[in-house]
DNA sequence: AAGTGGTCTAGACCACTAT
DNA sequence: TAGTGGTCTAGACCACTTT
């Protein structure tokens, strides 16, 4: 078993304020995460007990417990039965990224629907939706705007079923928006989403109104009902020019 | 204030097992997801409240609440103070993706070191490492190799500073996988990382060995020491096609 | 006023790790 | 054996929303 450093004891500056609108448990991670950017406690340095955090800071086990749990699922700390909790080392594949980053893209987007037929399913398209081919689909393509400016391209086959009422409800255009935005009512039941990095070719450059040879980012997803039927496959195409995704690993700034 | 459906009754079909190795928040957590999964609870739908599951299933408080917090933070449920816990509509903005997805990639990389050498920094590197113009930096390239081909172009800068202990631990090559993966003793205290999709250039499309126009994913990270003064910056270039991130929305499959 | 979620207490027992 | 984290109880009080 590798050897850890001794907790060090730390100064006793801040306390809980038991007149504060944040919650105990809140205040005492926030406690903790100060000695660390402080340099009080470093990585790997084992932080205090919870007996010792529960009778410094007159708290109950559960809560020092909450706020060990906030910190940990934070990933800046790490519990190990038995041993004691400690500082976790920075580490970039800690870094997560949300795609809700690309919210203000779709809020305020105006939809153009530029194509919405009834296709028979090629063998690609009835591998996705697990139909036989041959049988009948919804094509979507639709043009995405904000402000102006083309912002992604989408292109979308949906399970043609006069039974499944959501496929009324996706050829209104403003469906989209609920899909990123989720909405009551939804049926839905779970989608897989996947992001790659990807060439323009001609048809996507044009509509973006760019020039390939030009990165893009792609974000297929695939949808199932109640049933776990697949009922939508689809692909959001975005200029990377005009896409990023940011995070931060390590102290998060609060 | 917009209409909800009122929370229905569910069947007592599944109960808490008090021998089980699993925690009972854990079960409790599940049942509910189970009962979501079956279309019992729809996304809307109210949760029954936590008085009414702390009766049914015969546990504390404490622990119903941990269960809905679980949920909660998973994103399947949203709680309204006053209102209800409700089951939440699936949205592809919910999605979030790990970098550690790659860890595969990173824990059996065979490091090639390139280059290392001290350069001046230039205006866009000073600005970046917070340094003045002309300060001496090290620059470091690396191939990453992975099962016989290459899957990372890496290119780092790093703060020239005798009195900086990281400098001489970073430039082992084995150095990087511990950057990636996390290891006891790190200097950094925090990093912040962006993803990008690019096109190659000429020298990244060789050492990769591809031909251009080829799309590429770029990790740029930013890292700093426990002054808040950034000590490295560089990015990983990864060839498109080998790399993939996936996600679910909704209901996670456990 | 009644019902909801949010926080918190002051213990308890257990599993695990180290000595 | 002593110390650690992991779970859990049976309540309490509060803030908020709805009726």
Known sequence: MAH??????LQETASIDRDSLEPAYSQLANILRQSMAEGLLRPGDQLPSEAQLVERYGVSPMTVRRALNLLADQGVVIAEQGRGTFVKPVAMSAATFQLSQLDYLFRNAVVQLLEAHIVTANERVARKLCIPEGKRTIYIRRLLWNEGQPAFYHREYLVYDPTRPIVEAELEVTALQQLFSGSTGSLLKYGDIRIE??????EEARLLQVFTPMAAFCFEHLFYDFENRPVSWGWFIGRADRLRFTTQVGLLSE
């Open 4 to 9: 850890r450093p001794q907790n060090k004891v």
């Open 197 to 202: 990095a990807t060439l323009l070719d001609d």
